[in-house]
């Protein structure tokens, strides 16, 4: 029986225990610096107190630490791990191999998907490198993904869902080219998601303001099953920067789709962490924030994954307007479930423009709004009223089973024993003369209600055994309520000190890297991770990207995805669109290069007109 595990985005302390509460095994989230994520910070002592409400339900917390070091942060980096590793996280998530050479202890370390984890090779060197487990670069197919997964003995996660870097992840340096914000700093400016101009070689615009980089959002709910059979450990959700609305719905929906596949897979899969959400709303991801959710190039590199008319999420498709009136349109065979109150955006040929629904009569929606009407274009739902207040208002609540053992003895002595589903006991006894009981039937239902009764905590009593010597005593209601508290209280501080148990991998000196040259594109701008590649074999080792002063010429983003692919026009399809392409946004300007036999694209930085 595998162990598989759902890993969920926090924000915070409080983000962080609503993915706990509505499902999740593990949690990943940013300590107070060195986070891909420069707008989620936390303090060590708000890690601390999410550790010791995750141990509760053998849930893990990875630190994510992964930006790249400039040599004066190493101490600081050092200093901020230790304390992590002290709060009690399970694991360090890193970009920069410096971590590596801190002698840090007693903890795991994970690849970030920084480091560009697209290959066996790479995989493989970080598998045999002190890597407990590879996180995956977003833009693999599920053949690739298998093909990792059956060539190393580290644990692979994936991400399942959420937004997708359009660049090779930690090789993408479009922010830093036209500013000082960096993406492996931590603060990228999302360039990808602007609009552009698409212009060929005599300077011709093909394309105009357009957002040509911007693809859709990932949805692989179709596919868990298979990454379950390719050997995918975790299963990851994006989002360190989405609101709980966002956490309660996604992580409440996956853990439907696991806990679904694992019933009908005959013992062949379990959840890492304990206890069972109970939703009290049915959770559906096409509801909340998506830019429209797409399985990407799961299955092959293929078109129809840009979102051309905008970068904003647009929600579900509600379908096309079939006819227009002065405040209404019509939407043919409109879904029942629309409602006044409810937020709409019509996308069209030019333009892209929301607004609210004020009533729904059959077909016909009469807007708020009535200037963005349009006689062509395809609806969107991007706010739905009803649903968020469900799940604004919803109160899950995650519960792990215990049964309760009750032992009396001759009137004198009452016990409780309470196992969890880790057999973890705790037992509790009070002496006391109790009168026999007149009703003994009567006495015996009140006892077992009453230890049944878990309260506002996070166990739920499935089983009453009793065990009676002599007579069955009357005992007050008062003094069962107290030791049924005071056991249950016993077994959470119990729980809350469980540390989960934690897989350190061994780094094996004499295993080399797959090359015996590290590129610019590993980013190694600190002595600590040049130590680190030297000693596996290295013999050359470029100046990280990030250290540039200019990147005129250079190449800032490489990616699976391919603007002549989306349009149409692969160059061995013969294409009609000859000679070179570039993308241009206000000053800013890249050359396309298309690599055929890789079927991949690459941006360079252009200075010319």
Known sequence: MRKIELLAPAKNLAGGRIAIDYGADALYIGGAKFGARYAATN?????????????????????????????????????????????????????????????????????????????????????????????????????????????????????????????NSGECYMSRSCSQRSGNRGECSQPCRLPYDLVDKDGKTIISNKFLLSVNDMNLTPKLNDLLKNGVTSFKIEGRLKDTHYIKNAVGHYRQQLDSIFLKSGGKYKRSSLGETKLDFAPDVNRCFTRGGSTYFYENKQKNVCTYNTSKAVGEKLGNISATGKDWIEIQNLK?????????????????????????????????????????????????????????????????????????????????TIIDEENITVTKTISADFEAAKNIEKANEMLIKQIAKSGDTIFEIVDVSIDCTGDFPFIPTSQINNIRRDVLEELLKLRQRLKPAINCATEELNYKYYTSNVNANANVINSLARAFYKEHGVDEISDGMDSNISFDGEVVMTTPYCIRRELGECIKNNSKIVGDLKLVHNNQKYLLRFNCVKCEMQLVKDTGI
């Open 43 to 167: 303090s060590t002592k708000e890690i601390e107190q999410l550790v010791s409400y995750a141990n509760q339900y053998g849930v893990k917390v990875y630190a994510a630490l992964n930006t790249v070091l400039y040599e004066e942060e190493i101490n600081e980096a050092k200093q901020n791990a230790i304390e992590l590793i002290n709060a009690g996280v399970s694991a360090l998530i890193v970009q920069d191999m410096a971590y590596m050479r801190m002698g840090l202890s007693g903890v795991e370390f994970h690849a970030s998907t920084q480091t560009c984890n697209n290959s066996s090779e790479k995989v493989n060197f970080f598998a045999n490198s002190g890597f407990s487990r590879v996180i995956l670069e977003r833009g693999l197919s599920g053949e690739e993904i298998k093909n990792i997964c059956n060539n190393t003995n580290a644990e692979i996660e994936c991400f399942i869902h959420g937004a997708i870097c359009v660049g």
């Open 336 to 416: 029942p479930n629309l409602n006044p109150a409810d937020g709409i955006c019509i996308i069209s040929e030019n333009n892209t423009a929301g607004t609210n629904v004020n009533k729904v009569a059959k077909n016909r929606l009469y807007l708020n709004n009535p200037d963005i009407i349009e006689n062509k274009g395809v609806v969107y739902r991007n706010y739905d009223h009803k649903f968020s207040q469900e799940v604004e208002g919803s109160r899950t609540k995650r519960v792990i089973k215990v049964t309760a053992k009750v032992t009396l003895k001759n009137c004198n002595s009452l016990s409780i």
